[in-house]
Nanobody, 120 residues
Framework: QVQLVESGGGLVQPGGSLRLSCAAS?????????MGWYRQAPGKQRELVATLNRFGITSYANSVKGRFTISRDNAKNTVYLQMNSLKPEDTAVYYCHSEYYSGTTYSDSWGQGTQVTVSS
């Protein structure tokens, strides 16, 4: 089982930047996991922000393309989300997610979330 702990959230002005981190722990080979960031704004459903699979392939929600970058450091068991040119509509709780596939086995885990507030 993977334990995920996010950090790096906070209050930032519009146009500013933040970098979120998600540290994974447990008896795992982190490089074999697909990682992702999701967010949930008040009164809205949780939505996908960005994913990064074990082969280094990324995908992004249209609303964050060109502004957000997902990356990973397998030596540190950590995935990052660099967020630039932040907008008020980016305000949400951001969650880290991991997925593991092996044959017919699937498992996933969620972090506890970190609050990002974009406001002047």
């Amino acid at each position: 089982q993977v334990q995920l702990v996010e950090s790096g959230g906070g209050l930032v002005q519009p146009g500013g930047s933040l970098r979120l981190s998600c540290a994974a722990s447990g008896t795992i080979i982190f490089s074999r996991y697909a990682m992702g960031w999701y967010r949930q704004a008040p009164g809205k459903q949780r939505e996908l922000v960005a994913t990064l699979n074990r082969f280094g392939i990324t995908s992004y929600a249209n609303s964050v393309k060109g502004r957000f970058t997902i990356s990973r450091d397998n030596a540190k068991n950590t995935v990052y989300l660099q967020m630039n040119s932040l907008k008020p509509e980016d305000t949400a709780v951001y969650y880290c997610h991991s997925e593991y596939y092996s044959g017919t086995t699937y498992s996933d885990s969620w972090g506890q979330g970190t609050q990002v507030t974009v406001s002047s």
